[in-house]
């Protein structure tokens, strides 16, 4: 009897797997492959896809949707000395349907960070879980100490580290509202994509505020292992705020 297992077809490295059969060039498949995680150079059966293509897809999805719906290792942010707050949204399906409640707090939370949090720092660091925990969980312990050593090392003041469960992006204006805070950089899980499920973003604003567009924002993204690798990103993040604080501006208005 054979007792082979099934093998694991998400353990596939498919940066070089090509599988068109008979490829006109196959090195130039395998250099397309190495330089993108899209779904090229696969072949097909017909008019469909093959099923390894199909069974990979399908398992990619569900990295995706595990991302959505898991939820940060908060013993992460314990131990790196975060205060902890929730956003208006009371559950991961309410956090999907009304975004609108994940960007803003309680007038109690918001006096709880006020009583907690230093006042008036040069620079913010917030994270918030947003659309994939993994994200936060793979990430973090590896980019904040790196951004914390090297902004204190340019003489920065940071502020106390503040963890955003349920939270989106705009929940770095009213914190930075909250403690008047000259730069707030917000590290933040991505939406999911068919690539990684623990890609992290990283958005940056000089004074943000709930009166500023959206495009008040610089932002960093695509930051995990087979991306740009935290410890990169961290320092990269460290000489983009330096260049926010010089100019005093960022998004659109920043030219880098």
């Given at each position: ?20 059969d ?12 190495a ?30 949707m ?7 290792d ?27 409640r ?44 790196i ?10 003041k ?25 730069i ?10 068919l ?23 610089t ?16 320092a ?8 926010i ?12």
């Open positions: 009897m054979n007792c082979d297992y099934v093998r694991d077809i998400s353990a596939l490295d498919l940066s070089s797997r090509v599988t068109v008979n490829p006109e060039d196959m090195e130039l498949c395998r250099r397309l492959k330089g993108t995680l899209a779904r090229i150079c696969v072949g097909r059966a017909g008019s469909r896809y093959r099923t390894e293509t199909l069974l990979r897809f399908r398992a990619d999805h569900a990295v995706a595990d991302a959505v719906w898991s939820s940060v908060e013993s992460i942010v314990d131990k790196l000395g975060f205060v902890k707050v929730q956003t208006l949204v009371s559950n991961k399906d309410e956090y999907l349907t009304r975004p609108d994940g960007r803003r707090f309680t007038q109690d939370t918001l006096a709880e960070i006020k009583k907690k949090c230093i006042h008036e720092p040069d620079i913010q660091i917030v994270v918030a879980d947003g659309l994939s925990a993994p994200a936060i969980n793979e990430n973090l312990r590896d980019i904040y100490p951004i914390v050593e090297g902004l204190t090392a340019k003489g920065y940071t502020g106390t580290p503040i963890f955003v469960r349920f939270g989106r992006v705009a929940t770095m204006d009213r914190i930075s509202e909250a403690l008047h805070a000259r707030t950089i917000l590290l933040v899980g991505e939406r999911p994509g690539a990684t499920g623990e890609s992290m973003g990283c958005y940056m604003a000089f004074e943000a505020s709930t009166q500023k567009p959206e495009s008040q924002r932002v960093v993204s695509n930051i995990h292992k087979n991306g740009t690798p935290p410890v990169e990103a961290g990269y993040i460290v000489s983009v705020a330096e260049i604080m010089k100019c005093e501006r960022s998004g659109v208005d920043l030219k880098l």
